[in-house]
């Protein structure tokens, strides 16, 4: 288990990898999760996102679970 953060994507690039601004300020790379591949869900510009990072290496991610819109 890493660290779990709430952020926003800001930017889809190619083969399942984001680029998610944490509520920090940080931004980091994150690939989908296994689950969230196999059921297909879609992850959009501005989707809020729960992201899990290894600590290790903080620049990169899993996105874990994709949050429900806020109104």
Request: proline share 3%; glycine share 10%; hydrophobic share 40%.
């Amino acid at each position: 288990m890493g660290l779990q953060l709430e952020g926003v994507v800001c930017q889809c690039l190619s083969n399942g990898m984001f680029r998610i601004k944490l509520e920090n300020g940080f931004q980091v790379l994150a690939h989908l999760s296994g689950k969230i591949r196999r059921h297909s869900i879609r992850i959009l510009l501005g989707d809020n996102v729960i992201v899990e990072m290894s600590p290790y290496d903080l620049s990169r991610g899993r996105i874990l679970y994709r949050l429900p819109l806020k109104k």
